[in-house]
Antibody
Framework: QITLKESGPTLVKPTQTLTLTCSFS??????????VGWIRQPPGKALEWLAA???????PYSPSLRSRLTITKDTSKNQVVLTMTNMDPVDTGTYYC?????????WGQGTAVTVSS | QTVVTQEPSFSVSPGGTVTLTCGLS?????????PSWCQQTPGQPPRTLIY???SRSSGVPDRFSGSILGNKAALTITGAQADDESDYYC??????????FGGGTKLTVL
């Protein structure tokens, strides 16, 4: 059974850096074709794809957020970490991680992040 | 910047059939965009219904189907039920391993 769980701070101040961790089980990021991505959703708004990391070290980023994002993986710990710099109140929302394999997506439950001073 | 377009809202009668679409602001959607559809109810994470144009995720009823219709990806719900009332998002693979979500369609069943 594949599970993914997001963790990180629920509240960050403007200009701070957000660090989120996706801990997963039931698959390995060393398996060919497997990836883990991050997606966010502001309250009441649409989903927005952020970034992903793959078994082959490919790391695509959303062009509009690329300058603020860094995604890393730790295959020994089955974790993927996303950092987002210079946080702003418009970055408030729920952040999801998801597994990609064979063009399918399995979602985590999400973690809520509020950006406020 | 490429925009993925969806109908903001749609309604269907119980038992009816509805087709939601997913387009591109420039160009046509094809199977090479590996269109995927997910369903989201309030307060819940998304759930993938369809991936790679027309493959159903595990446990998804066969009344959900995906296709390419003309220059758009499409999600068809046949025999709509009350609990199909949700937000539906498409996501397209745009190359360079980048994905883009549409703005979502709010489906009402009434």
């Amino acid at each position: 059974q594949i599970t993914l769980k997001e963790s990180g701070p629920t509240l960050v101040k403007p200009t701070q850096t957000l660090t989120l961790t996706c801990s997963f089980s039931g698959f390995s990021l060393t398996t060919s074709g497997v990836g883990v991505g991050w997606i966010r959703q502001p309250p009441g708004k649409a989903l927005e794809w952020l970034a992903a990391t793959y078994w082959n070290d490919d790391k695509p980023y959303s062009p509009s957020l690329r300058s603020r994002l860094t995604i890393t993986k730790d295959t020994s710990k089955n974790q993927v970490v996303l950092t987002m710099t210079n946080m702003d109140p418009v970055d408030t929302g729920t952040y999801y991680c998801a597994q990609y394999f064979d063009w399918n997506t399995i979602w985590g439950q999400g973690t809520a992040v509020t950006v406020s001073s | 910047q490429t925009v993925v377009t969806q109908e903001p809202s749609f309604s269907v009668s119980p038992g009816g059939t509805v087709t939601l679409t997913c387009g591109l602001s420039s160009g046509s959607v094809s199977t090479t965009h590996y269109p995927s559809w997910c369903q989201q109810t309030p307060g819940q994470p998304p759930r993938t219904l369809i991936y790679n144009t027309n493959s159903r995720s595990s446990g998804v009823p066969d009344r959900f189907s995906g296709s390419i219709l003309g220059n758009k990806a499409a999600l068809t719900i046949t025999g709509a039920q009350a609990d199909d009332e949700s937000d539906y998002y498409c996501v397209l693979y745009l190359g360079g391993a980048i994905r883009v979500f549409g703005g979502g369609t709010k489906l009402t069943v009434l």
